[in-house]
Nanobody, 115 residues
Framework: QVQPVESGGGLVQTGGSLRLSCDAN????????MAWGRQIPGKERKLVAT???????GYAETVKGRFTIFRDNTKNTFYLQMNSLVPEDTGIYYC?????????WGQGTQVTVSS
């Protein structure tokens, strides 16, 4: 059973930066898609960044130019670098790994941006 584990969340002021990490606990060189999603209470989880097997990336409009998703296959870990954070970025961030065997979400890490 693949169980991704997030880390790196916390409290930061507006304009600050955080880097989230996702230990995929599987060989990410074989993953077809990896992603980060954000969820706030009462709302659906939404993808904010994706990276494919071929390293193509995609971003939600609200984070383009501020967030960067990247991977380190040697560590089976991928990351979300978040810069110029604003209060609207607040939420629980979940990492997602898709392989030929299934689709897996992590447990989430809280990110809070204070104004």
């Amino acid at each position: 059973q693949v169980q991704p584990v997030e880390s790196g969340g916390g409290l930061v002021q507006t304009g600050g930066s955080l880097r989230l990490s996702c230990d995929a606990n599987t060989d990410i060189a074989r993953a077809t898609v990896m992603a980060w999603g954000r969820q706030i209470p009462g709302k659906e989880r939404k993808l904010v960044a994706t990276i494919s097997y071929g390293r193509d990336t995609g971003y939600a409009e609200t984070v383009k130019g501020r967030f960067t998703i990247f991977r380190d296959n040697t560590k089976n870990t991928f990351y979300l670098q978040m810069n110029s954070l604003v209060p609207e970025d607040t939420g629980i961030y979940y990492c997602y790994v898709q392989t030929t065997r299934g689709m897996y979400w992590g447990q989430g890490t809280q990110v809070t941006v204070s104004s």
